[in-house]
C-alpha cells in the first residue's frame, strides 16, 4: 500500500521589489495555476495554454523536470539562471519561485476622462469610490461627497490576467471550477485600491460608505461570481441585467458600504458602456440626446459601440482580442517605461518614439497601429498582410523567427511577426466590420455620421490616421474622430455623484437595440472584406 502524505507544500514567492509572499499548496500543481488561484501577477495573456511564452520565472526546488518543448525555448544562459516557463513546469514539493517583471515597470493605466456638468446628488454620506473594472486594467477614483471633490486616483493591472488576457478564456475558467478564484482575484485588486486609496489620503475606510463598480457584463459576472452560463451559450441572453445595490460583505469589501453595479445592456455590451454613455453625454436626462447620428467605440479587448440617432441606442460588441493591449503579440507590452508607442515614416526612414526614452523593449498598443501603418505605406507588408522578403527598401530589417517571417524596427531589437500582422488583421477587422454593420442596421450610411467619439485606453492614445490608414476605423472617420478617455470610470463616477443619473441610467435598456453580430450576414461579408490591407 502506497501511504499519501496530507502535508501541504510551500511555495515561497518573491517579487523583484523585495515583496515576499508564502503559499501553502497540493503537489503536483502547475506553477501557472498556483499564480492563478492566489492572484499572483505574472503576464499569461494566453491563460497558461503554452501560447504566449510569456510567463518566465525563475524557480527552485521541487519542479517537474524539463521537457523538451521548455527546453528549445530557453537558452543555454536561463537554463542556468533557474528560468522556467510557469505554464510548463509543476511543482512537486516545496518550492522557491522568483517573479521576474513583477513590479520593474510602471504601467501607464488611463485614468482621466471628460465629465459633463450635472447635479451634484450624491447617494452616499462622506466618501466614495468609483471603481472601473477592465479587463487589462482597474482604475479607482476617491470622491469627497460634501462637494464632489476627487481626492485621489489609484490604477493596476486586473490580477484576473493570469486566468486568460481575454474575456472568454476567463469564462470558461469559471466554468471549469475556478469561480470563486476569479472572484477572489479581482475582489483583491479592489480591495487594495480601496485601501491604497484611503491610505493615500488619510482617510478611515470606514468613513467610505458608497462604492461603484462598473464593467463589462463578464466582469461583473465574474466579480459577483455568478454563474455565467448564460452569457457564454446560445442564445447569449444574460440572466442579470444589475442595475442594483448589494451589501459590501457580499463581495468581502469595504464593511458597512454600499455597493452600486450599474446596468449592462447585453451580454456583451455592459454596464461600462451604460456609464460611459453618461460621460460621453449620449444619454442623459434619462434620454438618448442625438441631433445628428454619433458614434462612440470603445477600442479594447472587446469593441464594444453604441450609435445614437432618432432617439434611439444601436449597440454591439465584437471581439477584437488583445493584440491592442500588447498580448498575444511577440514583443507585446502594456504602455509603459521602454514601451514603443509611435512609430513614423520620415524621409523614408522609419522612426520610433519610445515611452520614457531609452531602449526599447517592446511594443504597445499605439506603436502597434502606427508600425503595421508605416509597414503598409512603405511596401513591407503586400494588401494581404504578407511580409515582403525583399522588404521594398528595408531588406537589412526582414528576419524569421519560428519559421516565420518578421520585421525588425529600425534601431532597436524589437521584431513584428508574420503572425503579429495576422492578429492586427482580425482585431482592426472586427471592429470596423462592428461599426460599419451598426451604422447599416440603424437605417444610415457611413457618411451621415457626424462625430466617432472614441473612448478606452488605447483609443486615447493612438493616431487615428494610421488607425484609418489600416482600416481599423472607415474611411473618412479619422477628420471626425475624437477621445475622451476613460469614459466607463468617469460615467461610473457620475453614478456616484447623482442619485438621479443612477435612476435614469436603469432604464437605458428601452431606448436601446441589441445587434447580434455573430449571425448577421452583412457583419460576415465585411469583416473578411476588412482582412485586406488598401495599398492607396
Same mark, same amino acid.
Given at each position: 500500500?502506497?501511504?499519501?502524505?496530507?502535508?501541504?507544500?510551500?511555495?515561497?514567492?518573491?517579487?523583484?521589489?523585495?515583496?515576499?509572499?508564502?503559499?501553502?499548496?497540493?503537489?503536483?500543481?502547475?506553477?501557472?495555476?498556483?499564480?492563478?488561484?492566489?492572484?499572483?501577477?505574472?503576464?499569461?495573456?494566453?491563460?497558461?495554454?503554452?501560447?504566449?511564452?510569456?510567463?518566465?520565472?525563475?524557480?527552485?526546488?521541487?519542479?517537474?523536470?524539463?521537457?523538451?518543448?521548455?527546453?528549445?525555448?530557453?537558452?543555454?544562459?536561463?537554463?542556468?539562471?533557474?528560468?522556467?516557463?510557469?505554464?510548463?513546469?509543476?511543482?512537486?514539493?516545496?518550492?522557491?519561485?522568483?517573479?521576474?517583471?513583477?513590479?520593474?515597470?510602471?504601467?501607464?493605466?488611463?485614468?482621466?476622462?471628460?465629465?459633463?456638468?450635472?447635479?451634484?446628488?450624491?447617494?452616499?454620506?462622506?466618501?466614495?469610490?468609483?471603481?472601473?473594472?477592465?479587463?487589462?486594467?482597474?482604475?479607482?477614483?476617491?470622491?469627497?461627497?460634501?462637494?464632489?471633490?476627487?481626492?485621489?486616483?489609484?490604477?493596476?493591472?486586473?490580477?484576473?490576467?493570469?486566468?486568460?488576457?481575454?474575456?472568454?478564456?476567463?469564462?470558461?475558467?469559471?466554468?471549469?471550477?475556478?469561480?470563486?478564484?476569479?472572484?477572489?482575484?479581482?475582489?483583491?485588486?479592489?480591495?487594495?485600491?480601496?485601501?491604497?486609496?484611503?491610505?493615500?489620503?488619510?482617510?478611515?475606510?470606514?468613513?467610505?460608505?458608497?462604492?461603484?463598480?462598473?464593467?463589462?457584463?463578464?466582469?461583473?459576472?465574474?466579480?459577483?461570481?455568478?454563474?455565467?452560463?448564460?452569457?457564454?451559450?446560445?442564445?447569449?441572453?444574460?440572466?442579470?441585467?444589475?442595475?442594483?445595490?448589494?451589501?459590501?460583505?457580499?463581495?468581502?469589501?469595504?464593511?458597512?458600504?454600499?455597493?452600486?453595479?450599474?446596468?449592462?445592456?447585453?451580454?456583451?455590451?455592459?454596464?461600462?458602456?451604460?456609464?460611459?454613455?453618461?460621460?460621453?453625454?449620449?444619454?442623459?436626462?434619462?434620454?438618448?440626446?442625438?441631433?445628428?447620428?454619433?458614434?462612440?467605440?470603445?477600442?479594447?479587448?472587446?469593441?464594444?459601440?453604441?450609435?445614437?440617432?432618432?432617439?434611439?441606442?444601436?449597440?454591439?460588441?465584437?471581439?477584437?482580442?488583445?493584440?491592442?493591449?500588447?498580448?498575444?503579440?511577440?514583443?507585446?507590452?502594456?504602455?509603459?517605461?521602454?514601451?514603443?508607442?509611435?512609430?513614423?515614416?520620415?524621409?523614408?526612414?522609419?522612426?520610433?518614439?519610445?515611452?520614457?526614452?531609452?531602449?526599447?523593449?517592446?511594443?504597445?498598443?499605439?506603436?502597434?497601429?502606427?508600425?503595421?501603418?508605416?509597414?503598409?505605406?512603405?511596401?513591407?507588408?503586400?494588401?494581404?498582410?504578407? @511580409?515582403?522578403?525583399?522588404?521594398? &527598401? #528595408?531588406? /537589412?530589417?526582414?528576419?524569421? *523567427? $519560428? !519559421?516565420?517571417?518578421?520585421?525588425?524596427?529600425?534601431?532597436?531589437?524589437?521584431?513584428?511577426?508574420?503572425?503579429?500582422?495576422?492578429?492586427?488583421?482580425?482585431?482592426?477587422?472586427?471592429?470596423?466590420?462592428?461599426?460599419?454593420?451598426?451604422?447599416?442596421?440603424?437605417?444610415?450610411?457611413?457618411?451621415?455620421?457626424?462625430?466617432?467619439?472614441?473612448?478606452?485606453?488605447?483609443?486615447?492614445?493612438?493616431?487615428?490616421?494610421?488607425?484609418?490608414? @489600416?482600416?481599423?476605423?472607415?474611411? &473618412? #472617420?479619422? /477628420?471626425?474622430?475624437?477621445? *475622451? $478617455? !476613460?469614459?466607463?470610470?468617469?460615467?461610473?463616477?457620475?453614478?456616484?455623484?447623482?442619485?438621479?443619473?443612477?435612476?435614469?441610467?436603469?432604464?437605458?435598456?428601452?431606448?436601446?437595440?441589441?445587434?447580434?453580430?455573430?449571425?448577421?450576414?452583412?457583419?460576415?461579408?465585411?469583416?473578411?472584406?476588412?482582412?485586406?490591407?488598401?495599398?492607396?
Amino acid at each position: 500500500m502506497v501511504g499519501i502524505s496530507m502535508k501541504q507544500s510551500v511555495a515561497q514567492i518573491s517579487a523583484t521589489t523585495g515583496q515576499m509572499k508564502q503559499i501553502p499548496f497540493n503537489a503536483p500543481t502547475r506553477l501557472s495555476e498556483l499564480f492563478a488561484q492566489n492572484g499572483i501577477a505574472v503576464d499569461m495573456p494566453c491563460g497558461g495554454r503554452q501560447k504566449c511564452l510569456k510567463c518566465k520565472v525563475m524557480a527552485t526546488g521541487a519542479l517537474s523536470p524539463m521537457s523538451e518543448k521548455e527546453s528549445s525555448l530557453l537558452t543555454d544562459r536561463e537554463k542556468h539562471e533557474n528560468i522556467r516557463y510557469a505554464c510548463m513546469v509543476e511543482a512537486l514539493g516545496d518550492v522557491q519561485i522568483g517573479l521576474l517583471s513583477a513590479e520593474l515597470f510602471k504601467d501607464d493605466i488611463l485614468t482621466d476622462g471628460y465629465i459633463p456638468r450635472f447635479k451634484l446628488e450624491p447617494w452616499g454620506k462622506e466618501f466614495g469610490i468609483s471603481v472601473d473594472i477592465g479587463t487589462t486594467t482597474v482604475a479607482a477614483y476617491l470622491y469627497r461627497l460634501s462637494d464632489g471633490k476627487l481626492l485621489k486616483t489609484l490604477a493596476e493591472k486586473n490580477s484576473q490576467s493570469v486566468f486568460g488576457a481575454d474575456v472568454i478564456s476567463r469564462l470558461q475558467k469559471s466554468i471549469d471550477n475556478q469561480a470563486a478564484a476569479l472572484a477572489g482575484s479581482i475582489r483583491e485588486c479592489i480591495s487594495r485600491l480601496i485601501m491604497g486609496l484611503c491610505q493615500a489620503c488619510s482617510i478611515p475606510a470606514e468613513k467610505v460608505d458608497s462604492l461603484v463598480l462598473t464593467g463589462n457584463t463578464a466582469m461583473l459576472y465574474l466579480l459577483c461570481e455568478y454563474d455565467p452560463s448564460s452569457i457564454t451559450t446560445a442564445p447569449f441572453e444574460q440572466d442579470c441585467y444589475f442595475g442594483f445595490f448589494l451589501k459590501s460583505e457580499e463581495l468581502n469589501l469595504l464593511p458597512g458600504a454600499r455597493v452600486y453595479l450599474p446596468r449592462c445592456i447585453s451580454a456583451y455590451v455592459g454596464a461600462d458602456i451604460t456609464t460611459a454613455l453618461l460621460a460621453a453625454e449620449f444619454f442623459l436626462d434619462g434620454k438618448v440626446t442625438s441631433n445628428s447620428p454619433r458614434l462612440f467605440v470603445d477600442i479594447g479587448t472587446n469593441g464594444e459601440m453604441a450609435l445614437a440617432a432618432d432617439g434611439m441606442l444601436w449597440c454591439c460588441s465584437t471581439a477584437a482580442g488583445p493584440a491592442f493591449e500588447g498580448a498575444g503579440i511577440y514583443q507585446g507590452i502594456p504602455a509603459r517605461t521602454g514601451a514603443i508607442s509611435q512609430v513614423k515614416l520620415e524621409n523614408n526612414r522609419i522612426v520610433c518614439s519610445v515611452l520614457g526614452g531609452g531602449q526599447a523593449n517592446g511594443i504597445c498598443g499605439s506603436g502597434l497601429l502606427d508600425a503595421v501603418s508605416v509597414m503598409c505605406e512603405s511596401g513591407i507588408i503586400d494588401e494581404t498582410g504578407l @511580409i515582403y522578403e525583399e522588404g521594398h &527598401g #528595408f531588406t /537589412e530589417y526582414i528576419t524569421e *523567427i $519560428g !519559421n516565420q517571417p518578421a520585421f525588425r524596427l529600425p534601431d532597436t531589437q524589437v521584431f513584428l511577426t508574420q503572425q503579429d500582422i495576422r492578429s492586427v488583421q482580425l482585431a482592426k477587422s472586427a471592429i470596423c466590420a462592428g461599426m460599419l454593420t451598426l451604422i447599416k442596421e440603424s437605417g444610415y450610411s457611413p457618411d451621415s455620421i457626424k462625430q466617432l467619439v472614441i473612448a478606452g485606453g488605447f483609443g486615447n492614445n493612438i493616431n487615428v490616421s494610421s488607425a484609418e490608414r @489600416i482600416g481599423l476605423i472607415p474611411p &473618412g #472617420f479619422a /477628420e471626425k474622430a475624437y477621445t *475622451i $478617455g !476613460n469614459a466607463a470610470g468617469a460615467g461610473a463616477t457620475m453614478v456616484l455623484l447623482s442619485d438621479t443619473l443612477r435612476r435614469q441610467s436603469e432604464e437605458i435598456g428601452n431606448f436601446t437595440k441589441s445587434v447580434e453580430l455573430s449571425t448577421n450576414p452583412y457583419f460576415m461579408d465585411t469583416y473578411i472584406d476588412g482582412m485586406m490591407f488598401s495599398q492607396t
